[in-house]
């Protein structure tokens, strides 16, 4: 059963939608006719708080807190079968990874997302690759004949990392 939210309409963002629009260009999610095609092929619409067409329908409507603390928007694994499918050419998997970084600067972003982002940080791999974990895995690549795993420049990631915003995300050591 769909929750009903009571709103005023001075609690309305009347411009999200056109400042979404704006980025995304001529996939715009102006031309959603709330057809639903997206939500019925969506992989993970059962784990989702919001189901695409109805993010798209907030959108539009300006309920830009409720969207961008939603965590439809970080479920989605961007599979483009909803823009696949579209029968208008809404661009719904670039709308969602815009909508990912609105909130990520309002700092709605869920723990799991930002800590990954730590890890990369402080050692290059999305899983650490240090102590025990980096012996057993360098154990069965020695076994299986592949070469050693090559470390990444930290000092490269560290300024992607800062450049793209998500160094809004990381904890600096002090030692660094």
Not at 20 to 40: P, R, T, Y
Request: aromatic share 6%; with cysteine; proline share 4%.
């Amino acid at each position: 059963m769909v929750e009903m939210i009571k709103k005023n309409a001075s609690d309305l963002d009347r411009d999200f939608r056109y400042e979404i629009s704006e980025k995304v260009g001529a996939k715009s999610l102006l031309k959603c006719i709330q057809c639903g095609v997206c939500s019925s092929g969506c992989t993970v619409t059962e784990y989702v708080d919001m189901q695409p067409h109805r993010v798209v329908a907030s959108c539009l409507l300006g309920l830009k807190e409720e969207v961008l603390s939603s965590q439809a928007i970080w479920t989605c694994s961007l599979c483009h079968r909803c823009t696949e499918r579209c029968p208008k050419n809404v661009d719904y998997s670039f709308i969602l990874a815009l909508l990912r970084n609105m909130a990520v600067k309002e700092g709605k972003i869920p723990k799991e997302y930002s800590g990954t982002v730590q890890v990369i940080y402080d050692n290059g791999f999305v899983v650490p690759y240090t102590g025990g974990l980096k012996d057993n895995i360098d154990r069965r690549r020695n076994r299986m004949g592949l070469p050693e795993i090559v470390p990444p420049n930290l000092d490269e990631i560290r300024f992607i990392i800062k450049e793209t915003g998500l160094g809004d995300l990381v904890k600096e050591k002090e030692d660094d």
